[in-house]
Each structure stands twice: as C-alpha cells, then as structure tokens.
C-alpha cells in the first residue's frame, strides 16, 4: 500500500490518501486516484510512503489501518511541478528508508516508485463572463467614478489572491466591462469562493473600494441565469467593529458561459519551459553593503536580506519550469571595479556570458558582486529590459518554445520612466513577463503606474499601446508572516499573463 502526503513549508506531513492494497507482489500498479489542486505559485511537495501490509490486516478497510502495525518499505518525495513539467507527466523516483533520506550517502536500491499525473477534465474548463455594475456610487469630486473589478480567490489563510481583472471604464455609474476568462483551475473549483470588488480607479495608485460581493463561479451562473442583480457591499466603521453596509448599487452577470480550452498545464507537457532572468538594483540607496542598515547587508548569521528572500521566494518556485536551470542574471545602477556606472552588467563578472547555473549560482555571483562594484545610480530599468526582450525575441525567432519571466528587485522608484514605459510597449509583443519586487521603505506609487493591473495600458511616446499587461508589482514588506503571500500573489498571475500571449498568437500546445 502507497501513502500520498502534502508537505506544508512547516515540514509537516498532511495524508492525502491511501492506495488499495495489493496482495503478493514486488511490482504494484495502484489504481486508486488522488485529487491534488495544482497551484502554479508555490512549491507543492509530495511525500509517498510504501507500507507492506500484514496478512491479518487484509480484510481491514485500507483508510482504518493504523500504519505502525504495518512494515514501512521505503519513502519518496517530489514537487508536484516536477511530474507535470515532465512531457509523459511521469516521474520516476527511487524508494530510500527514512534514515537515509536525511543522510546524503548513497541509499540502498530498495525500489522505485513511478508517478503519473493527469489533469482532470474539469480544470481544463474556461468561464466567459461579461459583467457590469448599476447605480454605482460617486466617487471622485468632480466627476462620475472611473470604475474596475477585481475577481480573487479566497484562500485559507485569508489574504484573497487576485485571479482576474477588468479595464477601467471612465466617468461611469453603470459600466459594463469587456468579457473576462476564469480557468476553473485557476480558482479551485467551480464552488470555491471569489470576492468580486469593485474600485474607482486613481492614478495615484491609492484605488477607492465602492463595494464587494462574495459569489462562487456556481454563484455567478445563478445569477445569470436569473437576470436579477445582486446587491453590492461595503464594509464600513461603525465603533471599533466594521460592518457591511448594503448598497443600492448592483452586480450583473451579462453573460456566462464554458468551453474547455488549452490549459497551462497543456503547454507544459507540449515542452514548453518558462525561463528565470533576475536582475539585481546596486543603486546607492540601498546603503553601504558592509553596515547593517543596509538593504544588502550579507548577515553573517546566514538571515537573507530582502534581496535575498525575493530571489529564493520567486526562484524556488520557478526553477522547475526551466530545464537547464541555467539563469541570465544582471545588476544595475552600479560602477564596476574598473569602469563607468552600469545600468546592465552581468552578475557573475564575466563580459562574455550572463547566465549562472540555478538559484545558488544567483546566489554566489550576487554576493560576490557585492565586492566587486561600488553603488552608484540613478535608477534605470530601461537597458534591463531591452537585454531581456532581447533574448526573448532572438527565442522567438529559432522557433523556440520559451516563455521568459524577468524579475527586477529594486529599493528605488525609477527615473526613466519614459524609456521605461517604451521599452515595456516593445517588449508586450514578446514572450516576457516581468515581476517587479520592491524592497526597502521607499514610496513605490510611481511603480504602480507600470503595472497595468491598476487600470490602463501602458503607451509609449509615440502613443503606442502595450498589446497585453506583462508587468507585476509587488512591494516586498518586512512582515514576515505576509511576505509568502506577496510572492504567491505577484506568481499566480503568470499562468494567465503566458495563456493570453500564446492564444493572442494562436500557438497550440504540442501534443505530447
């Protein structure tokens, strides 16, 4: 019998479910399934352990048997996106004994375990929904609200993750927008909760909320099928408590309907890799690297700064979507040893080549770029940016089947958000998406106006507009406990950003 687990970031073990048992045999093919909701921003790790069930306990149901009466044979563990990056979606692994998973010796051959996973029909469904608001409150002095939505999913530990949103419509009270998609996969399932809420856009950035509503997918299809609205809410002070206060302003759903599409994890099995680019802000704002104030301070306890904690958190993450693990990694904004200030070196020293061998090669060439440039400024994103459209478009052009994902962390607020913002434009035509991390106590508004999220499009200065939102921001706070949902937050939008830009262009997965 096989024993499926989750492994929390805490280490501890959660059970999935059991195999049957199967009798007499060294060469078990289970038939039992296991549902697993397969979440692209995180780390899914699975633990498998074999038990040889005794005879007296054949006639036991399998999920009443204690497991310290049975003869533990072996255990196995992997990442989820490691089976489905895999072209068959199987993933071959061997069995050690438990004292010789944590030792790093060579562990007897005790058998290997082989698993195959598929994705269920249901996730492999796409919504359509067209909706719009009426009676929709003032909110601007002079003029009508400049309204948009944003759909999350809820999840357990309460901070919903935005999945989807919609354009701003301007100086309008009853607004319908243009048709949004919902991969059932991206939300869990067709019952699981949304919050749908809708704000007046400012560009400021600092977004008003004019009310909410709680509604599942099934939810929704209700509600359009009875053409009646629903009532939206906002929560409101009254004492020390909030309460929601009903508004007369209303949610309809024009349009609902579902069609199964090619999905995020189709791609994937077709051999396409999404690959990692990080490039590392050396600007003098951080502070000097050798004093501990400094936001590139190298703790000799071993505790990661925050440049540190995002390149782990956004890499660990997006490591196994890449074959070679092989990673072009810049700085900028810094004077090295013996030259002008750079706007885009490369992280490891070498004129010749920018790529490093995986997260811990990032690692080394970052710490040791510490000691080898002296920061400077000012703060441009520009020459980054065109280096990493450069590599994405000379992909596109050998016919490769890549899809790139620059992350920038920076503690300043850019000064060339003009060249910026065109190098953007250019670059939405690519297969790039770009995460941008803010770390430090810097006021980030003007970063907010590259992520499109919060309302339009960016234009360049020509007045040319991106094809599509490829740019993510998240400031990345000290709070510990909330930093993992930032980054869950800033990936759970690649799926979407890498499904558009391959629809837009009418490319099929390959069938594996």
Not at 258 to 268: G, K, N, R
Not at 461 to 480: L, N
Request: with cysteine; aromatic share 8%.
């Amino acid at each position: 019998m096989l024993v499926v687990y989750t492994k929390g970031r805490d280490g501890v073990l959660e059970e999935l479910g059991r195999t049957e048992v199967i009798l007499n045999s060294l060469n078990p093919t289970w038939i039992t399934k296991h549902t697993i909701t397969y979440h692209f921003e995180i780390v899914q790790t699975l633990v498998f352990h074999a038990y040889d069930v005794d005879t007296q306990f054949h006639s036991v149901e399998v999920k009443m048997l204690k497991l310290d009466e049975q003869q533990f044979l072996g255990e196995a563990t992997c990442a989820l996106s490691e089976i489905v990056t895999k072209s068959n979606r199987s993933l071959t692994l061997d069995l050690v004994h438990r004292e010789e998973s944590t030792r790093s010796t060579c562990p007897r051959n005790i058998g290997k375990l082989t698993v195959r996973a598929e994705e269920s029909l249901s996730s492999k469904t796409t919504t359509e929904m067209i909706l719009r608001c009426s009676d929709l409150e003032y909110k601007d002095l002079f003029s009508k609200s400049d309204p948009f939505l944003i759909i999350s999913k809820e999840v357990e530990n309460g901070t919903p993750i935005p999945v989807c949103k919609t354009e701003v419509i301007k100086n309008d009270l009853k607004p319908t927008w243009k048709r949004v998609f919902l991969n059932i996969q991206q939300v869990g399932s067709k019952d699981s909760p949304l919050v749908i809420e809708c704000f007046n856009f400012n560009s400021n950035g600092k977004h008003d909320l004019i009310g909410k509503i709680h509604k599942s997918l099934a939810d929704l299809e209700k509600l359009h099928s009875s053409g009646q609205g629903e009532n939206l809410f906002l929560p409101t002070l009254v004492g020390h408590d909030y309460h929601n206060k009903t508004l007369k302003s209303q949610l309809f759903v024009e349009k609902f309907s579902q069609s199964v599409e090619h999905t995020f994890l189709d791609y994937l099995a077709g051999g396409c890799e999404l690959n990692f680019m990080v490039a590392i802000d050396f600007t003098a704002s951080n502070g000097n690297p050798r004093l501990p104030d400094s936001l590139h301070y190298i703790d000799p306890s071993g505790r990661p700064n925050a440049y540190q904690r995002a390149i782990i958190e956004v890499g660990e993450v997006l490591q196994f979507y890449d074959s070679d693990k092989r990673f072009p990694a810049w700085g900028f904004g810094a004077r090295p040893i013996d030259g002008p200030v750079s706007h885009c070196f490369n992280l490891n020293g070498s004129s010749h080549y920018c790529e490093v061998e995986g997260i811990q090669g990032i690692m080394m060439a970052y710490t040791s770029a510490l000691l080898n440039v002296s920061l400077a400024g000012p703060t441009l994103f520009g020459p980054v940016i065109t280096n990493a459209a450069l590599i994405a478009s000379q992909s596109l052009a050998s016919g490769g089947r890549k899809y790139f994902v620059l992350l920038i962390i920076t503690d300043g607020v850019v000064t060339d958000l003009q060249e910026t913002k065109d190098a953007l434009v250019k670059a939405s035509d690519l297969p790039l998406s770009i995460l941008i991390v803010g770390v430090g106590g810097a006021d980030f508004k003007e970063m907010e106006i590259l992520d499109a999220d919060k309302g339009e499009r960016l234009e360049n200065s020509t007045g040319r507009v991106a094809s599509r939102d490829i740019v993510q921001f998240v400031p990345f706070r000290e709070v510990q406990s909330g930093e993992i949902a930032v980054v869950q937050a800033l990936l759970a939008e690649l799926p979407t950003q890498f499904l558009t830009y391959m629809r837009t262009r009418d490319i099929q997965p390959l069938s594996s």
